[in-house]
């Protein structure tokens, strides 16, 4: 079992409403994908709420890097707004999410993985378990 970092985070879903919307995520590090990132939505803010919780990965170093400046520019870009809120917007065909986080969230959770796998060590961890599983394959020997 690959190690684990999970924390719980409020996300404000911006809209056109005067008020956001807060709905309780959790934010998700697994070594064994030492690149990546997932923010875990609850089921109720997608379309068809019965696929069940709503899963966004992308880089980790994406959301270091948008913490300081605005970075991304795929289907996930990230950029601090004020001294004390993080946006993180979504696009997918079926629309645009545009979501707030406290900065200071997701700054203790990036310290919790980076922990885990140092900045750098990611691809080291990747090619290090790629090798260790080509060892535990038994050696066929042809005659």
Known sequence: MSPLVEQPAKARIV???PHLRTVPVTLRYDGADPLALRVVFPPEVSADRERGEV??????????????LPSGDGDVQVWPCGRAQTVVEFHSPDGVAVVQFDSATLRRFLQRSYAMVPAGQERHDIEAESELSKLAKPLHHTT
């Open 15 to 17: 809209t056109d409403s």
């Open 55 to 68: 899963v966004w990965a992308f880089a980790r170093d994406l959301l270091d890097s948008g913490l300081r």
